[in-house]
């Protein structure tokens, strides 16, 4: 796919927020550029949408299938789509912003006045003992290979963990007559009556009837264990036993595949190194980008929508992209103020629908302490193979922050570049010190936020002054 | 609450650090004090080499400065092992410095003979090699490559690790490591050094300035000079590729671990560590000229450094003559200079005397007039 | 570990993996393709030579890395299958063909 070398708007993320913003500047009549990592749109809640096999649509469930809707508005919309472009960095330059983009091997650099980023959200790290071995993944990876190549787990299945996407994992699963050994609820006893506090909020909005729906399906084919408190992957080069720990007893199972989930976070590597604002959440246990109501962060020209601005589900993040298009296509004068305010209405109260009830799902699917901070040699950075005890011993040493972490023990450094181990490495930093995780900060990440090769950057325009600030012909090396 | 210490040392980078440790080892109760998590850090923009070849066009005291490092890293190497249990992997196997023009190489080879004639320069050899010459000891050399110039006194280490090393070590020694204790004021009173930071008051006899770009700003406050700029230089980094490259040179490194960076700039920018994109793009292209193989490798990382830049680039060691007992020590070769750091200048500092042969080094060689 | 549903259709794209034929379907990642061939592992680190398999299937986690047609350290869950393409489990760090020609 050609891409120009500008536009007005560059929408970074093909997921529920990137399609609604792309759809809302398209429509009123910005140059609109959506770049997509994948090879179709979705994003990840409504991943292969328009290439699934699972055409029973039963499987997947309705929640998914509305998201044929957004790609059909988006495809009417008018703007340009790039699939298989990763975005590794963005850079103001002329009074807008230059995209680094990386398709099909080549590096290019595309001219846009503004961006929006929709990058949306991976799933929290679970690091337990053995998390790293080969039959260990994620709950949200099964999903994928669900959609996107109707592919189904086979053999003792085991899911573990908490929260709305490990039950709708369960219940597609089961809804495929895929037989589950055990479902490791680690949502604690207590979480219950925390949460309780807003199960009013939670009772009338949306997520009640869909929660309570999808754990009845679970519990039909899956023995569930509850209060589940301690988790171990084993095996030699394999997973091959789960062993876990629920009220007081000890229990060690034959597995062939753990799925882990423990909850979702905004993916923020991009945000950050743009320089957008972030801020310790400590409901959602996360660093969540600074923006206001309609998705502006502290970089102007840069607006951050969805997931990745904030856990809120994907009708959230539709209306939360719908807000950030106008947005941008206001300040571009293609709307005024009244008509984007007008044409913002809607999603707005769809926002505050999706808003009732949220507070309770974050306070009951809290993860708990001991599975986000893990001790003694569990791994916390995959990448570089970093281990809780050598972090805390590195503490000790007078290392207050991740990024004097970073560079003492290179966790971090890896190509992840710390999706899967900052939250932990903070976590662990603040825990250590006695002081809260937003005093301790966060990895200070860069471009490229992705890899791009040394050939793709050696092809990128060059300057006289780049030149002379490498080769220094004239002057004298010292 | 003040804490009292035979010498405190401002700068946890690899200059404060180094001297830090080098006073730890003399016995003296040292304190290191330290910015928080987020700062400049010259020190981990680092590129790692321990660097001879081409050093001291202009002052020759440098050249014998840097090669009396060289020889003593094998030295600081070994005390890290010891004190730290860190290898931090130092390689001396001799040193590239790769030309991609015949201007490249003529006006490389020409600077190389004019400083090594300056009058009361410490000899050393190098060789000026063509392209056959130096694709027959390096591997995988591309065609756009002109020649090089070697050095067999050039060397390189894992400059990360010799930060954690030292700090490690320094610990080992006792020494005490005060991070979150940025610097706000010195006062001199009753013969010791009064110093407020962020963190609490310490006080010691003796002080160090090894605050990088920080030093400019607290020399005044001690009757000393300090006048460094920033300077930008970018690095990129590559992942991991298997073992292709045995010797350093002086824009392209593989490191113990296996990434390979790739360097080296030099721009004007003030304290902008964004990236320049453009230069990147150089960097990259040369270093592809240099390795074609490296085009399929992936970067994981680009950064941009501030170097700590005086206005001829030959460091600054000095000990304050209104308020004795002040030493001011910056540079922009850290990692080079760090043995020289640990086992020359920290005993001069212990000792209260710089010494005649590093006299060249003081500030006064810039005329600035000092505050009193 | 992972098998088909039925309504997913046949696999005739026809690929290599470590040099041995296998069928994957179109539409598949690389990564899809090595799970439902029965691979878990693809790799082995260059840290420490442990094995990694596909972790997180979006393209976060950088453990699904393996060489296609001569490319090391590649995404397969980013890459789609092709006819004819070469895909190769890695062992420890990238290899980049120093000595002669680099490949395409």
């Known amino acids: 796919m050609t891409i120009d070398e500008r536009y007005d708007v560059a929408v970074v993320g093909a997921g529920a927020a990137g399609l609604a913003a792309a759809s809302e500047c398209a429509r009123a009549g910005v140059a609109t550029l959506l770049l997509d990592e994948q090879p179709s749109p979705g994003g990840q809640i409504y991943r292969s949408i328009t290439t699934t096999p699972l055409a029973d649509r039963r499987v997947l469930g309705s929640d998914y299938w509305y998201g044929e809707a957004l790609v059909r ?3 009417r919309a008018g703007a340009a789509y ?6 590794w960095a963005v850079t103001p330059e002329g009074g807008g912003f230059e995209a680094g983009v990386s398709s099909d091997g080549a590096a290019r650099l595309v001219a846009v006045k503004r961006v929006i980023l929709a990058t949306g959200a991976l799933e929290r790290p679970f690091p337990i003992p053995g998390w790293t071995l080969p039959g260990v993944m994620m709950a949200g990876a099964a999903q994928i290979l669900l959609k996107s190549s109707g592919l189904l ?12 996407l490990l039950y709708l994992l369960a219940a597609q699963l089961v809804r495929t007559d895929t037989r589950i050994e055990r479902l490791l609820d680690t949502t604690p006893p207590a979480r219950w009556r925390v949460a309780a506090r807003h199960a009013f909020a939670f009772a009338v909005s949306p997520y009640l009837a869909k929660g309570l729906g999808l754990l009845r399906e679970a519990r039909r084919a899956a023995r569930i264990v509850e209060h589940v408190e301690h988790l171990e992957a084993l095996g030699d080069r394999r997973l091959s036993r789960v062993r876990y720990m629920a009220k007081g007893r000890s229990e060690e199972i034959i597995a062939d595949l753990l799925l ?7 993916n923020i590597n991009l945000a950050s190194a743009i320089g957008c604002a972030q801020r310790w959440d400590a409901s959602q246990l996360a660093f969540i980008p600074v923006v206001d109501e309609w998705g502006a962060s502290s970089v102007p020209g840069v607006s951050i929508a969805g997931d990745g601005a904030g856990i809120a589900g994907a009708r959230a993040a539709e209306a939360r992209g719908r807000l950030a298009g106008l947005h941008a296509a206001c300040a571009l004068g293609r709307l005024d103020p009244a008509e984007r305010d007008r044409r913002a209405r809607t999603s707005r109260s769809e926002l505050a629908r999706q808003a009732r009830g949220r507070a309770f799902i974050d306070t009951l699917y809290r993860p708990a302490e001991p599975l986000r901070l893990p001790q003694g040699d569990t791994i916390v950075c995959r990448c570089e193979e970093i281990t809780a005890r050598q972090i805390l011993d590195t503490v000790k040493l007078g290392c207050i922050g991740p990024n004097q972490m970073k560079s003492f023990l290179r966790c971090g450094m890896g190509p992840c570049q710390g999706r899967f181990c900052g939250l932990t490495v903070t976590e662990l930093i603040a825990k250590a010190r006695g002081v809260p995780p937003a005093e301790v900060g966060y990895y200070r990440l860069r471009f490229p936020v992705k890899p791009v090769t040394l050939g793709e950057i050696a092809a990128l325009p060059q300057t006289e002054a780049s030149v002379q600030a490498v080769a220094r012909l004239a002057k004298s090396e010292d | 609450m003040t804490q009292d210490f035979d010498v405190a040392v401002i700068g946890g980078g690899l200059v404060g650090t180094a001297i830090a440790y080098g006073l730890a080892r003399l016995g003296r109760r040292v304190a290191l004090l330290d910015e928080g998590d987020i700062a400049y850090r010259a020190a981990r923009g ?7 070849q081409g050093k001291g066009l202009g002052l020759a005291r440098y050249g014998s400065w840097t090669q009396l490092s060289a020889r003593r890293w094998p030295e600081l190497a070994r005390a890290l092992r010891d004190d730290a249990d860190t290898d931090v992997a130092l390689e001396q196997p001799g040193g590239f410095h790769v030309c991609l023009s015949e201007p490249e190489l003529e006006q490389r080879s ?7 004639a300056q009058p009361g320069f410490e000899r050393y050899d190098f060789e000026i090699l063509d392209r056959a010459a130096l694709a027959s000891r390096v591997p995988g050399i591309g065609p756009g490559v002109v020649g090089a110039t070697y050095c067999r006194l050039d060397g390189h280490c894992n ?4 930060l954690r090393a030292l700090h490690a070590a320094l610990e080992k020694r006792d020494g005490a490591y005060l991070p979150l204790h940025k610097v706000e004021r010195i006062e001199r009173k009753d013969g010791r050094f009064a110093i407020e930071t962020g963190g609490g008051r310490t006080a010691a006899p ?9 030093n400019a700003a607290l020399a005044a406050q001690v009757g000393l000079a300090a006048p460094v700029r920033p300077q930008r230089g970018q690095i990129i980094a590559l992942e991991r590729v298997r073992r292709f490259l045995a010797y350093p040179m002086s824009t392209v490194r593989q490191t113990d671990e296996g990434t390979v960076l790739i360097g080296d700039s030099q721009d004007e920018a003030g304290f902008d560590v964004t990236v320049d994109t453009a230069i990147a793009a150089t960097e990259a292209a040369r270093a592809v000229r240099i390795f074609p193989a490296l085009a399929h490798a992936r970067v994981t990382r680009m950064w941009a450094a501030l170097r700590v830049m005086t206005p001829d680039a030959f460091p600054i060691y000095e000990q304050s003559a209104s308020q004795p007992g002040a030493f001011v020590a910056t540079c922009h070769s850290g990692v080079t200079l760090a043995a020289a750091h640990a086992f020359e200048l920290a005993p001069r500092i212990a000792a209260g005397e710089l010494g005649p042969d590093l006299h060249p080094f003081s500030a006064e060689r810039f005329h600035v007039r000092k505050a009193a | 570990m992972f098998a088909r549903r039925p309504e997913a259709g046949p696999s005739n794209v026809a690929v290599t993996i470590d040099g041995q034929p296998s069928m994957a379907r179109a539409g598949d990642s690389v990564a899809a393709a090595m799970l439902a061939a029965g691979l878990l592992a693809c790799r082995t680190t260059p840290v420490s030579g442990a094995e990694r398999g596909p972790f997180c299937m979006m393209g976060v986690c950088f453990d699904c890395l393996v060489t296609i047609d001569g490319n090391p350290n590649r995404q397969a869950c980013l890459v789609a299958v092709r006819a004819g393409m070469r895909i190769e489990r890695q062992s420890g760090p990238a290899a980049i063909p120093v000595e002669g020609e680099p490949s395409a």
């Open chain 2, 110 to 116: 020409a600077m190389l003979g004019k400083l090594i």
């Open chain 2, 159 to 162: 400059p990360l690790r010799l």
């Open chain 2, 46 to 52: 680092n590129f790692g080499l321990v660097w001879v």
């Open chain 2, 206 to 214: 003796r002080v160090v300035l090894a605050a990088g770009l920080g």
């Open chain 1, 260 to 266: 882990l989930h423990q909850g979702v976070v905004p």
């Open chain 1, 73 to 75: 508005e988006f495809e």
């Open chain 1, 82 to 87: 790039a699939p298989r472009s990763t975005v």
């Open chain 1, 153 to 164: 787990p086979r053999g003792r299945i085991v899911l573990a963990g908490s929260g709305p």
